[in-house]
């Protein structure tokens, strides 16, 4: 079964730190690009970062950008999102998501999907 698993949410202070991990099973991540997307309550699910199979490209939200990094280890088929520096407004669900090409790396375009891991922001 062709499965993404997020782990690393939590609950954190304003200014703090959280690492997200997202692995695969049933399939080789090493061929997809990878994306990180979010959903807050009452909102519509968005993008929050991308990296493509190599590892060579990524981009970034403009919200997240500065205080986000994404990253991937071939060798423990696992790709990350550091994120520092939170805020309240970054507390939701989030998502990995698997797609060959990092040009297809958006919410309508994705192949496989996890089932999220929720990080809250609050003091």
């Known amino acids: 079964q062709l499965q993404l698993v997020e782990s690393g949410g939590g609950l954190v202070q304003p200014g703090g730190s959280l690492r997200l991990s997202c692995a695969a099973s049933?399939?080789?991540?090493?061929?997809?690009?990878i994306g990180w997307f979010r959903q807050a309550p009452g909102k519509e699910r968005e993008g929050v970062s991308c990296?493509?199979?190599?590892?060579?490209?990524?981009n970034y939200a403009d919200s997240v950008k500065g205080r986000f990094t994404i990253s991937r280890d071939g060798a423990k088929k696992t790709v990350y999102l550091q994120m520092n520096s939170l805020k309240p407004e970054d507390t939701a669900v989030y998502y990995c998501?698997?797609?060959?090409?990092?040009?297809?790396?958006?919410?309508?375009?994705?192949?496989?999907w996890g089932k999220g891991t929720l990080v809250t922001v609050s003091s």
């Open positions: 998501a698997a797609t060959r090409y990092i040009r297809h790396c958006n919410v309508g375009a994705m192949n496989y």
């Open positions: 049933g399939f080789n991540l090493d061929n997809y690009a």
């Open positions: 990296i493509s199979s190599t590892g060579g490209s990524t």
